[in-house]
Nanobody, 126 residues
Framework: VQLQASGGGLVQAGGSVRLSCAVSGRSISSFNMGWFRQAPGKERALVAVIRWSGGTTYYTDSVKGRFTISRDNAKNTVYLQMNSLKPEDTAVYYC????????????????????WGQGTLVTVSS
């Protein structure tokens, strides 16, 4: 299984970016999917989760109301729509996949994921 994240770049504060994570090697309908981010000098942290069925999502408090995670199983792709971006959103963003059997509490942790993409850098200028 391979994950390829894309869509990062430089954006001004208040702007929007949509990240994509294309999965190959297996149907993403087999996976819960998550987005994490790692800011300079900080640990990698959870941003959002979407369950395998698409019916349940979870967001870290700092992005609620601004970011939306979604999935298109037909395209084997997961998205992260990021609006009202702030300089503190600057980070490398990683997508990750976890077996569909895992419960939400596990999916909020780094160790809950089985596969990781390579990351895409989002820089928000003030």
């Amino acid at each position: 299984v391979q994950l390829q994240a894309s869509g990062g770049g430089l954006v001004q504060a208040g702007g929007s970016v949509r990240l994509s994570c294309a999965v190959s090697g297996r149907s993403i309908s087999s996976f819960n999917m998550g987005w994490f981010r790692q800011a300079p000098g900080k640990e990698r942290a959870l941003v959002a989760v979407i369950r395998w069925s698409g019916g349940t999502t979870y967001y870290t408090d700092s992005v609620k109301g601004r970011f939306t995670i979604s999935r298109d199983n037909a395209k084997n792709t997961v998205y992260l729509q990021m609006n009202s971006l702030k300089p503190e959103d600057t980070a490398v963003y990683y997508c990750a996949a976890a077996a569909k059997s895992k419960i939400l509490s596990v999916l909020t942790t780094l160790s809950g994921y089985d596969y990781w993409g390579q990351g895409t850098l989002v820089t928000v200028s003030s």
